[in-house]
């Protein structure tokens, strides 16, 4: 006797599941999101960052119902949005302006969407306090967008997006047209507000400092796709590629060419570094052209004698940022290089330009890329 067939294991569904999406804007031309497939789950600060032009707005839209794909499917908690106009999506999008009605109050911004949903009058009365209040508005309520600030109207706009209680809220951009000391002080609170309320965020920006500082994952995009998916820890120390680690953060990067491996250690001949480098890696065929990757702050200044990847050079110039400064040194064949220190002292006494300096770096502290 055969055993019943065993009933068909359901698909694992994500929070929000993107399919192979692709769009044009024009028949035939560039595409905008070119095969950007990915899912998020309930409850992530999911960031998506790259350059201008990269298609994070497009990408926004498609999930919002503003645009529609050309190709490829967009699933929310398992329901596919096709055809699902953007009223009917369990979804809000902060846009970038935040464009906010101006003839109307913060209250009233905020209260929008829940008196097109024809809530009753007491219900819309409660959200709006208790959305206001989320984000320290309440004394303001009956100011109109002309009479707050930047970062007050910034907050009735997220105020507005939370207000529908949907399951996913898209922002574009946030934080763009704060001055930086409010962005850095916004970043907290928007973080404090997305873990208070539980709904998932999925956040545009181009500053690679804030995805890293607010997500728990980022996808790097470049033209439409996708190049590298992972934590920010991940997308900093473990670049896939060079884009990617030129993108996020500051980075130096040796062209060279691998000569064998030892111990888990790959040495790699880099006539720009006028060396052969040791790099923590898995064996590669000799002969490999690779480029090692070494972050400014990972290079010291001071290395002991028996240090690995000595490089000598000269400092070029320094730039003072207060709690750490970066060097710009150059070594015997002309190849610039950063070096980052952080200023413990107050009294530190800044290289002079023209000094002599040996830097190393230990073979952990750099990565090998694809040339
Ligand atoms: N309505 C449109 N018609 C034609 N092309 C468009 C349209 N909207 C965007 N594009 C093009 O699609 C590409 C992606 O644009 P998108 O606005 O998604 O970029 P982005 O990553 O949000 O950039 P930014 O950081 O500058 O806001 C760009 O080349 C842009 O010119
Ligand atoms: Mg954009």
């Known amino acids: 006797m055969s055993a019943p067939a065993a009933a068909a294991p359901a698909p694992p569904t994500s929070h929000l599941r993107i399919e192979d999406v692709v769009k044009r804007f024009a028949p035939g031309g560039a595409a905008a999101v070119d095969g950007v497939s990915l899912d998020i789950e309930a409850g992530e600060f999911f960031a998506l960052l790259g350059p201008s032009g990269c298609g994070k707005t497009t990408l926004l839209r498609l999930l919002a119902g503003f645009e529609t794909p050309d190709q490829g499917r967009i699933l929310i908690d398992g329901a596919d949005m096709e055809g699902v106009p953007p009223y009917r999506r369990p979804v809000n999008m902060m846009f970038q302006s935040y464009a906010l009605f101006p003839h109307m109050t913060a209250a009233e911004n905020v209260a929008f969407g829940l008196r097109q949903d024809r809530l009753p009058r007491a219900e819309i009365a409660a959200r709006v306090a208790a959305m206001l209040d989320l984000v320290k508005l309440g004394h303001l309520a009956r100011r109109k967008p002309h009479q707050l600030s930047g970062g007050e109207r ?3 706009a997220l105020a507005r997006a939370l207000a529908q209680e949907p399951k996913l809220v898209l922002l574009d951009e946030p934080l763009a047209a704060l001055d930086r000391k409010l962005r850095e002080e916004t970043r907290f609170e928007l973080v404090r507000i ?15 400092e804030e995805a890293m500082s607010m997500a728990t994952r980022i996808a790097v995009m470049s033209a439409g796709r996708i190049v590298q998916l ?27 060419r691998v000569v064998g491996a030892e111990r888990g250690l790959l040495r790699v001949d880099c006539a720009e570094a006028g060396a052969q480098l040791l790099v923590e890696h898995a064996a590669l065929a000799p002969g490999s052209d690779v480029a090692v990757a070494v972050r400014p702050e990972k290079i010291t ?23 750490a400064s970066t060097y710009e040194v150059e070594l015997a064949g002309g190849k610039l ?7 413990t002292q107050r009294t530190i006494r800044p290289l002079a330009a023209g000094q002599a300096v040996t830097l190393a770096f230990e073979p952990a502290a750099a990565v090998v890329l694809p040339p």
């Open 230 to 256: 992972g934590t920010p820890q991940q997308i900093y120390e473990a670049p896939a590629s060079r884009f990617v680690a030129d993108f996020i953060g500051g980075v130096n990067l040796f062209a060279g």
């Open 301 to 323: 200044l001071t290395p002991e004698p028996e240090a690995r990847n000595r490089l000598e050079g000269r400092v070029l110039g320094a730039a003072y940022r207060g709690e």
């Open 337 to 343: 290089l950063r070096v980052t220190l952080t200023n």
């Open 154 to 156: 910034q907050r009735v």
């Open 194 to 208: 997305q873990r208070r309320v539980g709904i998932t965020f999925l956040m545009v920006t181009h500053d690679q």
